[in-house]
Structure formats: structure tokens, C-alpha cells
């Protein structure tokens, strides 16, 4: 079925049975999932409790939003997700996504048949973690409980990370959340939020970290007591040390205070305008951070969605801030540029774990071209690489304007994809690339419009590497063009491919192969899962098979293209750093490994979109296998059987030492190049 | 008439709604929903919708029938019309609303009012055509068979 459900796996990646059966093994979460929904229309809140019904989720439903929020207050942890729509009688659904993110915490995803940019970016201010589009498909729903999961996952990143630094990051944050988020780069955001998420969480943790508080919940009359302080004191005036003074409430702390303000400054601030936020956050951003981690993580995820929102390509500018933000060293142009290459993307998922490489992969990136044109041909690519990833790139580019037209005519997508198996995407690959690219278009089109074309798109073109290899931006981009859509789901696909691939680098063999492929294969997370199952068959490495994602990689078109340049080199450089430090790459690669699951489980999501990702794992299986088939034909000297595997490992290594292409069994404790067989 | 009579015609009939432009793959869905638990949830859904929409239809023709026409009013139930619509995949009903709701944007009472007139008769339509749809349905249960399962390959 979904393919895209590469759930759990958060665990470790040791290989693609694993995941697999992380798939079986893992308790039945998603199954379970308790979920809110909220909407005002009889008939669609019918339609979206039998389809969550479906999804094994345990719906709860309401038709107003007040008696949602009394439903929530009664029982603050009776519920995983909620799913509001935005037009109701009696509350505005923004207005209610303030009040649930005020008081409970929970992630919340906005729905509406409305799918003009500017609810959708409103979506995004009010920090919802997702928008879908009605018609809701069940696919889009199937996907929900990434939301869950990340939330809950940055939370417990926040508790191990920072602990320790929490305190006094804090008071920085505060102040570098409005510096950041203004150059809020789409591949930013998802890592700002996260670390928004993180250090609230952090605060309110009652966790191991000797330093994390008791989590405060934020009811109605202790949020009201805050406001009337604040409006005691004076907005400008309002400091959490004053603030707290005078509610005179016990066991409330500095901290709770401050983090709480924050966020309801920031709801303030929607309120005002977000034109105006951004204005702050663009000048505020501008100042050169110590790019901590911390400092980054801290911006707020919202300020940076809007700004990544408003920015042209959301991916890129994410992926820029991102690197900026991560980027200890200099953001080689990364922090500034809210709107980046495409390429950028993927570095954005590298500096969350680790810094340096997503600085190198961001100059990579920037130098690459972007991914549409053609042009995107890595510097490192060889002529004939470059031919071949040429000829890929036509098919997509056609592919494109298909996602397109399909995105444009859902029922026409969804007539298509209809006829197709629904969840058996994978095992069409024998299909020409066209009737495929429909189908799986149409089904996460279907649900979600654009985002979902786009995610589409993103499975497609990025064959699915390894769990969670963000297809690199590359891909993303190229469905942005076509598709026009800026919608989380890229967004939130990047992350997660880049940087997995990085770290894996290090520390295996395999891991390269997956970081290049996933690098290469611009916005097909999801399908990692299946590439991995696939892989496994030809190769025995312990990840995902790099063949299958090579061959995705040099299929599609232009993004690949200059991902696979990218990768290689960017790989290979950052392995032979991580090398170093075996230490380091252990952890790196745990932390990657996590991060790619995860993201693999946001991808389905779009970050904010999400719901997308579903298709994107199952598109990014089809499309691999389709491409697969040309691209033997295309590779110039690679061998037969591996096409991808052999073009990345060739331009790879190459790259590097100018080694042959890789055999299968090589080892790649670190990055023993040697035994590969040129 | 026979049972495998019945379903080819149920298959046209099915096929010719969705060429027709009166369904969308939406209603596929719908259907993939439905299952040994809820036998009948698309005549359910149905139902619901039409008993929504003739609400919302009504409270149109009042709001438009105003002295002074609360735009934002009447858009908001376009709106939600639009989406209930869609939904069950009533492709006509929906790309009315769209109109209609640029309509309401250039508060253009005229205009408004024609397509309220034009959403009013495709609902009437779709009613219909389901209903027909159903009862076909029904006429094969009862003959014993089963609903064939709706592909589409255009």
C-alpha cells in the first residue's frame, strides 16, 4: 500500500529490510492516531471522519470551533492532531489554531477549498503544519501522523540537545528568532520550527536534563492572566521577569513566561500584519549570528514560513536560511539569500547535522545552476554525464508540464490515477515514464492541489534513495517551476534527503551511495523506503540501493542533474570530514539516520503541506523504476546492470580520486575508494 | 433484465456521468470508502449533500434577495458550497461555484443572481443523475450481483 508510510523508522537504518520491517515491527502507530476534526460543512466532516476511519486514525468530530477548543480543554491530552477547516460561522479556523497553539501544543492542519496563496501563507504565520486542499483525498490524510511525530520528535531533540544551553540560548533566541526568520529561507523553516518546537519543549520538558522544567500547560485562565500582565505592563514593556511578578502564579518560571511570550508576540504580530513582521525579520535577520544551532533553531519556524511563504522559492530560501542559520561558518551566501538555488535545498538539511558540509553543500549548491534549466550540470559532472542527464532531463521536463496540467485538472489526474492501483505505484515501473508521472501526480494532486503536484513531482523525479534522502532541492525545484506551487511539502522533503546523505557518507559505504542518490534525487523522500527494498535485491549494502537512486538521480532531468554533480562532491568532501572525526560520524550518522526517518515521514507531509508525501514515496518508486529503464541506455560508461549506481559512483569518485566506478561490495567504512574498480 | 445487463448499464451509466463532466474522481473516492461496514455511505454522503446544499441554496436566494446584498455573506456560503461540492465530487456544482464566487468579488447582483439560478439547476441535475445511479444500483443488489468497480481510464 502506502508505500510513503515509512514510518518508525526512526530507529537506525541499517538497511532496507529494516525498514521495512520497521514497518511491521513498530506498534500500530499510526494506527490509533486520536484526531480532531473540525468543520462547519456536514457533509465533508462526514466524508473526512470515514476516510480517517479508514486510516485506522480514532476521529473525534465537531462542527463548530467551540466546541472543539471545550473539547480540547476538557482533555488536554486526549488528542494527537486536529484538522480544522478555515472558514467556520463562529471562530475564524486561524483563530482557533492561535488558541490550540497557545494552549495545547498540538500540531494543527488547516483545510480549506480555498487554495489561494494567501490563506495558504496565512496557514503558514499561524503556524499550522499543514494546509490541505478540499477535495481532501485520503492520501492526503494517510500521511497525517508525520505531523505527530515530528512534533513530538523535535521535542525530544530539544530535550538531548539542548539542555544545557537552553537557558542561555534563550534569551539570545528570543532576539535572533526575529533576526532569523526575516531571511526565513523555506529551507529554513522547517528547521526554525523544529528548533522553536525544541526549545519550548526543551523549557518545559520535565525530562532527563537536569535543566528542563516541568512542562506548564497554558489554560485558558492562566493564558489570561498573562495577557492581562502584559497589557498591565505594556507590550514594549512586558519583560517575562515583570510579567511573572505580577501574575504571582507558583511554580510558574522566568522561563515558561518568556517562551510563552514569545509566542504570543508573534500572534500579535500576525495580527498586525505579517508584511510588517517580515520587515522586522528581514532587518533583525540580517545581523550576523554566531550561527549556532541554537541561535537558528530559535527562529521561529512561523516567522520563517512567512518569510519563506513570501519568498519566490520557498525551498530555496529555506534551504538557504537554513544553511545560513546552521551554517557556523560564514553562510557562504547562505544567509543571506532568502531566495536561493535550488540546489540549496539540500543543503539545508545538512547543516542541521552537521555544519560545515552543509556550508560546502551550499556553495555547491549555489553554484550550481538551477535545477529546471537544464542548465543545472554540476560542474563535476562529466561531459557525458552531463549528455545523458540531459536526455533524462527531457522527459521530465515533459513530465513537468504534465504534473501541471494535472495539477491544474485534478479530476482529470485522478480519473488517471484512478485507473491505476492506487497504492502499487512501485510496481509500475514498466510503464513509459508519462502515464506514470499522472498517476502518481494524480494521486497526491488529488488530494492537495498543488502541494500535492508537487510532492508528486518530487517523488517522481527523485527516485527514492534512501529513507529520508531528501531528493535535493533540485528536484523540488523543478516541480516548483512547472508546477508553481510553493507548498511546505518541498520544503519539508529537503531537509530530510540532504542531510541523511551527508553523514552517511562517513560512516558507510552504503550510506554514500543513499546520500548521493537521495542528494540526487530532488524531492522523492518518501519513496526512499521503497528504494530501499528495491536496492536491497541488487545490492547488498546495508542501505537503500544506490542503483536504483543513481539511476532515478541520473533519470530525471534537470534537477538531478545537478544534484548528482553536487553530491558527489559534496559527499566526498564531507566524508572525508566526518572520517576524521569517527567519533563524530557515529553520531552523525544516528542523528542522520533519525532526522531521514523522519523526514521521510515529514516529506509525506510537506512540512506544511504535507500530506503530499504519501504520493512522493510511492511517485519516487515509480519514477525510479521507470527512468531505470532509459537510463541504461543513456549512461555512457557505466555499466549496464547499475546504471545510477555506477554514474554516481563514477562522477564520486572520480570527483575524488578519480577512481572507476564503485562495485557493489566495497566496503565503505569511511570512504574507501580503493576498492573500487575504475 | 438480467444482473450482467444491469451492470453494463450501470457501467455507462457510471462512465457517461463522469465524461458528461457531472462527477469527478472525487466520487471515486467516495466509493473506494465504502465497504462491507458502511454499505451504503455514498447514498448517505449523497444525501447529506443535497440536504445541505438545499439549506445554503435557500439562505442564497434570501441574501441575494436583500435590499442591500451582504456580499461577504453570500460568498462565505458559495464558499462553503463549493467545498461541500467538491467534496463528493459534483464537478458541474463546483466549477458553478467558482464562478459565482468571482461573481460575488465583482458584487455583481445580477450576475450572482443567473448563477445561483445556473448552481440551483446543476444540483437539480446531479440529483438526478445520482439518483438514477442508485437506483440502478439497488436494482442490481436485489438481482443479486455487485457493483462493478469503477476504473477509469480517459
Same mark, same amino acid.
Given at each position: 500500500?502506502?508505500?510513503?508510510?515509512?514510518?518508525?523508522?526512526?530507529?537506525?537504518?541499517? +538497511?532496507?529490510?529494516?525498514?521495512?520491517?520497521?514497518?511491521?515491527?513498530?506498534?500500530?502507530?499510526?494506527?490509533?492516531?486520536?484526531?480532531?476534526?473540525?468543520?462547519?460543512?456536514?457533509?465533508?466532516?462526514? !466524508?473526512?471522519?470515514?476516510?480517517?476511519? $479508514?486510516?485506522?486514525?480514532?476521529?473525534?468530530?465537531?462542527?463548530?470551533?467551540?466546541?472543539?477548543?471545550?473539547? &480540547?480543554?476538557?482533555?488536554?491530552?486526549?488528542?494527537?492532531?486536529?484538522?480544522?477547516?478555515?472558514?467556520?460561522?463562529?471562530?475564524?479556523? @486561524?483563530? &482557533?489554531?492561535?488558541?490550540?497553539?497557545?494552549?495545547?501544543?498540538?500540531?494543527?492542519?488547516?483545510?480549506?477549498?480555498?487554495?489561494?496563496?494567501?490563506?495558504?501563507?496565512?496557514?503558514?504565520?499561524? #503556524?499550522?503544519?499543514?494546509?490541505?486542499?478540499?477535495?481532501?483525498?485520503?492520501?492526503?490524510?494517510?500521511?497525517?501522523?508525520?505531523?505527530?511525530?515530528?512534533?513530538?520528535?523535535?521535542?525530544?531533540?530539544?530535550?538531548?540537545? +539542548?539542555?544545557?544551553?537552553?537557558?542561555?540560548?534563550?534569551?539570545?533566541?528570543?532576539?535572533?528568532?526575529?533576526?532569523?526568520?526575516?531571511?526565513?529561507?523555506?529551507?529554513?523553516?522547517?528547521?526554525?520550527?523544529?528548533?522553536?518546537?525544541?526549545?519550548?519543549?526543551?523549557?518545559?520538558?520535565?525530562? $532527563?536534563?537536569?535543566?528542563?522544567?516541568?512542562?506548564?500547560?497554558?489554560?485558558?485562565?492562566?493564558?489570561?492572566? @498573562?495577557?492581562? *500582565?502584559?497589557?498591565? &505592563?505594556?507590550?514594549?514593556?512586558?519583560?517575562?521577569?515583570? !510579567?511573572?511578578?505580577?501574575?504571582?502564579?507558583?511554580?510558574?518560571?522566568?522561563?515558561?513566561?518568556?517562551?510563552?511570550?514569545?509566542?504570543?508576540?508573534?500572534?500579535?504580530?500576525?495580527?498586525?500584519?505579517?508584511?510588517?513582521?517580515?520587515?522586522?525579520?528581514?532587518? +533583525?535577520?540580517?545581523?550576523?549570528?554566531?550561527?549556532?544551532?541554537?541561535?537558528? =533553531?530559535?527562529?521561529?519556524?512561523?516567522?520563517?514560513?512567512?518569510?519563506?511563504?513570501?519568498?519566490?522559492?520557498? /525551498?530555496?530560501?529555506?534551504?538557504?536560511?537554513?544553511?545560513?542559520?546552521?551554517?557556523?561558518?560564514?553562510?557562504?551566501?547562505?544567509?543571506?539569500?532568502?531566495?536561493?538555488?535550488?540546489?540549496?535545498?539540500?543543503?539545508?538539511?545538512?547543516?542541521?547535522?552537521?555544519?560545515?558540509? #552543509?556550508?560546502?553543500?551550499?556553495?555547491?549548491?549555489?553554484?550550481?545552476?538551477?535545477?529546471?534549466? &537544464?542548465?543545472?550540470?554540476?560542474?563535476?559532472?562529466?561531459?557525458?554525464?552531463?549528455?545523458?542527464?540531459?536526455?533524462?532531463?527531457?522527459?521530465? #521536463?515533459?513530465?513537468?508540464?504534465?504534473?501541471?496540467?494535472?495539477?491544474?485538472?485534478?479530476?482529470?489526474?485522478?480519473?488517471?490515477?484512478?485507473?491505476?492501483?492506487?497504492?502499487?505505484?512501485?510496481?509500475?515501473?514498466?510503464?513509459?515514464?508519462?502515464?506514470?508521472?499522472?498517476?502518481?501526480?494524480?494521486?497526491?494532486?488529488?488530494?492537495?492541489?498543488?502541494?500535492?503536484?508537487?510532492?508528486?513531482?518530487?517523488?517522481?523525479?527523485?527516485? $527514492?534513495?534512501?529513507?529520508?534522502?531528501?531528493?535535493? =532541492?533540485?528536484?523540488?525545484?523543478?516541480?516548483?517551476?512547472?508546477?508553481?506551487?510553493? $507548498?511546505?511539502?518541498?520544503?519539508?522533503?529537503?531537509?530530510?534527503?540532504?542531510?541523511?546523505?551527508?553523514?552517511?557518507?562517513?560512516?558507510?559505504?552504503?550510506?554514500?551511495?543513499?546520500?548521493?542518490?537521495?542528494?540526487?534525487?530532488?524531492?522523492?523522500?518518501?519513496?526512499?523506503?521503497?528504494?530501499?527494498?528495491?536496492?536491497?535485491?541488487?545490492?547488498?549494502?546495508?542501505?537503500?540501493?544506490?542503483?536504483?537512486?543513481?539511476?532515478?538521480?541520473?533519470?530525471? *532531468?534537470?534537477?538531478?542533474?545537478?544534484?548528482?554533480?553536487?553530491?558527489?562532491?559534496?559527499?566526498?568532501?564531507?566524508?572525508?570530514?566526518?572520517?576524521?572525526?569517527?567519533?563524530?560520524?557515529?553520531?552523525?550518522?544516528?542523528?542522520?539516520?533519525?532526522?531521514?526517518?523522519?523526514?521521510?515521514?515529514?516529506?509525506?507531509?510537506?512540512?506544511?503541506?504535507?500530506?503530499?508525501?504519501?504520493?512522493?514515496?510511492?511517485?519516487?518508486?515509480?519514477?525510479?523504476?521507470?527512468?531505470?529503464?532509459?537510463?541504461?541506455?543513456?549512461?555512457?560508461?557505466?555499466?549496464?546492470?547499475?546504471?545510477?549506481?555506477?554514474?554516481?559512483?563514477?562522477?564520486?569518485?572520480?570527483?575524488?580520486?578519480?577512481?572507476?566506478?564503485?562495485?557493489?561490495?566495497?566496503?565503505?567504512?569511511?570512504?574507501?575508494?580503493?576498492?573500487?574498480?575504475? | 433484465?438480467?444482473?450482467?445487463?444491469?451492470?453494463?448499464?450501470?457501467?455507462?451509466?457510471?462512465?457517461?456521468?463522469?465524461?458528461?463532466?457531472? %462527477?469527478?474522481?472525487?466520487?471515486?473516492? %467516495?466509493?473506494?470508502?465504502?465497504?462491507?461496514?458502511?454499505?451504503?455511505?455514498?447514498?448517505?454522503?449523497?444525501?447529506?449533500?443535497?440536504?445541505?446544499?438545499?439549506?445554503?441554496?435557500?439562505?442564497?436566494?434570501?441574501?441575494?434577495?436583500?435590499? =442591500?446584498?451582504?456580499?461577504?455573506?453570500?460568498?462565505?456560503?458559495?464558499?462553503?458550497?463549493?467545498?461541500?461540492?467538491? =467534496?463528493?465530487?459534483?464537478?458541474?456544482?463546483?466549477?458553478?461555484?467558482?464562478?459565482?464566487?468571482?461573481?460575488?468579488?465583482?458584487?455583481?447582483?445580477?450576475?450572482?443572481?443567473?448563477?445561483?439560478?445556473?448552481?440551483?439547476?446543476?444540483?437539480?441535475?446531479?440529483?438526478?443523475?445520482?439518483?438514477?445511479?442508485?437506483?440502478?444500483?439497488?436494482?442490481?443488489? /436485489?438481482?443479486?450481483?455487485? !457493483?462493478?468497480?469503477?476504473?477509469?481510464?480517459?
Amino acid at each position: 500500500m502506502n508505500l510513503s508510510n515509512g514510518r518508525g523508522s526512526m530507529s537506525t537504518v541499517t +538497511s532496507g529490510a529494516a525498514v521495512k520491517s520497521a514497518d511491521a515491527v513498530s506498534d500500530q502507530f499510526p494506527a490509533g492516531l486520536r484526531v480532531l476534526v473540525v468543520d462547519d460543512d456536514p457533509t465533508c466532516l462526514m !466524508i473526512l471522519e470515514k476516510m480517517l476511519r $479508514t486510516c485506522l486514525y480514532e476521529v473525534t468530530k465537531c462542527n463548530t470551533a467551540e466546541k472543539a477548543l471545550t473539547l &480540547l480543554r476538557k482533555n488536554k491530552n486526549g488528542f494527537d492532531i486536529v484538522i480544522s477547516d478555515v472558514h467556520m460561522p463562529d471562530m475564524d479556523g @486561524f483563530k &482557533l489554531l492561535e488558541h490550540i497553539g497557545l494552549e495545547m501544543d498540538l500540531p494543527v492542519i488547516m483545510m480549506s477549498a480555498d487554495d489561494g496563496k494567501n490563506v495558504v501563507m496565512k496557514g503558514v504565520t499561524h #503556524g499550522a503544519c499543514d494546509y490541505l486542499i478540499k477535495p481532501v483525498r485520503i492520501e492526503a490524510l494517510k500521511n497525517i501522523w508525520q505531523h505527530v511525530v515530528r512534533k513530538r520528535k523535535n521535542e525530544w531533540r530539544d530535550t538531548e540537545q +539542548s539542555g544545557s544551553a537552553e537557558e542561555g540560548d534563550r534569551q539570545q533566541k528570543a532576539s535572533d528568532d526575529a533576526d532569523y526568520s526575516s531571511s526565513a529561507n523555506e529551507s529554513n523553516w522547517r528547521n526554525s520550527k523544529k528548533r522553536r518546537d525544541e526549545e519550548e519543549e526543551a523549557e518545559e520538558r520535565d525530562d $532527563t536534563s537536569t535543566l528542563k522544567k516541568p512542562r506548564v500547560v497554558w489554560s485558558v485562565e492562566l493564558h489570561q492572566q @498573562f495577557v492581562a *500582565a502584559v497589557d498591565q &505592563l505594556g507590550i514594549d514593556k512586558a519583560v517575562p521577569k515583570k !510579567i511573572l511578578e505580577l501574575m504571582n502564579v507558583p511554580g510558574l518560571t522566568r522561563e515558561n513566561v518568556a517562551s510563552h511570550l514569545q509566542k504570543y508576540r508573534l500572534y500579535l504580530r500576525r495580527l498586525s500584519g505579517v508584511s510588517q513582521h517580515q520587515n522586522n525579520m528581514n532587518s +533583525s535577520f540580517m545581523n550576523p549570528q554566531d550561527a549556532t544551532f541554537g541561535t537558528i =533553531s530559535s527562529i521561529n519556524g512561523i516567522d520563517l514560513q512567512t518569510l519563506a511563504a513570501a519568498g519566490q522559492l520557498p /525551498a530555496q530560501s529555506l534551504a538557504t536560511l537554513q544553511a545560513a542559520g546552521l551554517g557556523r561558518s560564514a553562510p557562504k551566501g547562505g544567509l543571506p539569500m532568502p531566495i536561493m538555488d535550488q540546489r540549496n535545498l539540500f543543503s539545508f538539511e545538512n547543516p542541521r547535522l552537521r555544519f560545515t558540509e #552543509g556550508q560546502q553543500q551550499q556553495q555547491h549548491l549555489s553554484n550550481s545552476k538551477p535545477v529546471n534549466l &537544464l542548465h543545472g550540470i554540476p560542474t563535476n559532472m562529466e561531459p557525458k554525464q552531463l549528455a545523458s542527464l540531459h536526455q533524462s532531463s527531457q522527459p521530465l #521536463g515533459n513530465m513537468t508540464v504534465r504534473v501541471n496540467a494535472s495539477t491544474q485538472s485534478n479530476p482529470l489526474l485522478m480519473q488517471m490515477a484512478q485507473s491505476q492501483p492506487r497504492g502499487h505505484m512501485l510496481s509500475e515501473n514498466t510503464g513509459p515514464h508519462l502515464p506514470r508521472l499522472p498517476s502518481s501526480l494524480g494521486q497526491p494532486s488529488a488530494s492537495n492541489g498543488t502541494s500535492n503536484a508537487l510532492m508528486g513531482r518530487n517523488g517522481i523525479a527523485g527516485s $527514492t534513495r534512501a529513507p529520508g534522502y531528501n531528493p535535493i =532541492s533540485q528536484s523540488s525545484s523543478m516541480m516548483n517551476f512547472p508546477i508553481n506551487q510553493t $507548498t511546505e511539502m518541498p520544503i519539508s522533503s529537503f531537509p530530510l534527503g540532504s542531510t541523511p546523505g551527508i553523514s552517511s557518507i562517513t560512516t558507510k559505504g552504503s550510506f554514500q551511495e543513499e546520500v548521493t542518490s537521495g542528494i540526487k534525487r530532488a524531492g522523492g523522500f518518501v519513496p526512499n523506503y521503497d528504494i530501499f527494498s528495491e536496492l536491497q535485491k541488487p545490492h547488498d549494502w546495508e542501505v537503500s540501493n544506490p542503483s536504483l537512486t543513481y539511476n532515478a538521480a541520473s533519470q530525471h *532531468a534537470n534537477p538531478l542533474h545537478g544534484n548528482i554533480d553536487v553530491s558527489p562532491s559534496v559527499l566526498v568532501q564531507q566524508s572525508f570530514s566526518s572520517n576524521q572525526q569517527t567519533g563524530q560520524s557515529r553520531d552523525a550518522n544516528t542523528m542522520i539516520v533519525k532526522p531521514i526517518f523522519s523526514a521521510s515521514e515529514s516529506m509525506e507531509q510537506g512540512t506544511l503541506q504535507n500530506q503530499h508525501l504519501n504520493t512522493l514515496v510511492t511517485d519516487n518508486s515509480i519514477r525510479v523504476k521507470t527512468e531505470r529503464i532509459p537510463d541504461a541506455s543513456s549512461q555512457t560508461n557505466f555499466y549496464p546492470e547499475h546504471y545510477g549506481q555506477e554514474d554516481l559512483m563514477s562522477a564520486l569518485l572520480k570527483q575524488q580520486e578519480g577512481i572507476g566506478p564503485a562495485e557493489n561490495d566495497f566496503d565503505f567504512d569511511g570512504y574507501s575508494l580503493d576498492n573500487v574498480p575504475v | 433484465m438480467e444482473v450482467g445487463q444491469m451492470q453494463r448499464q450501470w457501467i455507462d451509466y457510471t462512465r457517461s456521468l463522469f465524461i458528461e463532466g457531472f %462527477l469527478d474522481a472525487q466520487f471515486l473516492q %467516495l466509493e473506494q470508502l465504502q465497504d462491507d461496514n458502511n454499505p451504503d455511505f455514498v447514498v448517505e454522503v449523497v444525501s447529506l449533500f443535497f440536504q445541505d446544499s438545499h439549506k445554503l441554496l435557500n439562505d442564497l436566494t434570501v441574501a441575494l434577495d436583500q435590499k =442591500s446584498v451582504d456580499f461577504k455573506m453570500v460568498d462565505a456560503h458559495v464558499h462553503q458550497l463549493k467545498g461541500s461540492s467538491s =467534496s463528493i465530487g459534483a464537478q458541474r456544482v463546483k466549477n458553478c461555484c467558482i464562478a459565482f464566487r468571482n461573481l460575488c468579488e465583482e458584487q455583481n447582483i445580477d450576475g450572482c443572481l443567473k448563477c445561483l439560478h445556473q448552481v440551483k439547476q446543476e444540483c437539480c441535475l446531479v440529483k438526478n443523475k445520482l439518483e438514477t445511479l442508485f437506483r440502478l444500483e439497488q436494482q442490481i443488489m /436485489a438481482a443479486g450481483g455487485s !457493483i462493478p468497480l469503477m476504473e477509469l481510464s480517459f
